[in-house]
């Protein structure tokens, strides 16, 4: 563990909603970066577990910075996909990222599962790996989740990727529409933070 506070950091992603939603949840005296300031590209994500693929690019855009890296590694899981797309998420959107075409893809699948899915509650939930690495070091790695279900429909325009189709336990609105301020205080990536700030 580090003996002094963390004062500057560089948050290791190229997904601009996920950049916002950890920007948001840093504390503000420190100094943050983004990888588009250096024009990097992300490695590539061969581990097995969110974990893994969370650490391959904190200890990558660490290394290529020489700055403390903080990363993350999300998706979503669907109990009736046999918890698909799991650390697959972003890639269900193909090379340019598309998440329509994810969420269809998700209804597709569904339906193949099961054609009357839409009057069944489809539990799923939101996981995130949090890591933090300096150059080939991990200083820490947690993970959060979040529980919920399937929407019918995707709904709402305020969040990013699988947010539309995603209504959290006890909540009956998507991610998506949900004020930001709201969600930030109960996703995944917020139950991950949690057990970060010891650090920072």
């Not at 560089?10 to 300031?37: A, D, H, M, V």
């Not at 969420?103 to 995130?128: G, P, Q, T």
Request: net charge positive.
């Amino acid at each position: 563990m580090l003996k002094q506070k963390i004062n500057s950091l560089l948050i290791g992603t190229n997904n601009k909603g996920k950049l916002r939603e950890i920007r948001s949840l840093l504390p503000k005296n420190i100094k943050i970066y983004s990888t588009s300031q250096y024009n990097l590209k992300s490695p590539a994500e061969n581990g097995k577990t969110f974990r893994e693929n969370s650490l391959i690019k904190s200890k990558y855009f660490s290394k290529k910075t020489k700055l403390i890296c903080l990363a993350d590694d999300s998706g979503l899981e669907i109990d009736l996909l046999d918890k698909k797309p799991g650390i697959f998420s972003a890639r269900w959107g193909g090379k340019r990222g598309d998440f329509n075409k994810a969420i269809k893809r998700v209804y597709r699948e569904l339906n193949k599962k099961d054609k009357n899915w839409k009057n069944k509650k489809i539990k799923a939930r939101f996981v995130c790996a949090l890591s933090i690495s300096f150059l080939n070091k991990k200083i820490a790695c947690v993970l959060g989740k979040v529980d919920g279900e399937i929407s019918n429909e995707p709904r709402g325009k305020n969040g990013f990727g699988y947010d539309p189709i995603f209504i959290p336990s006890k909540e009956i609105k998507t991610f998506s529409e949900m004020k930001p301020s709201h969600k930030y205080k109960i996703d995944h990536r917020y139950q991950a933070f949690k057990k970060l700030k010891k650090f920072l």
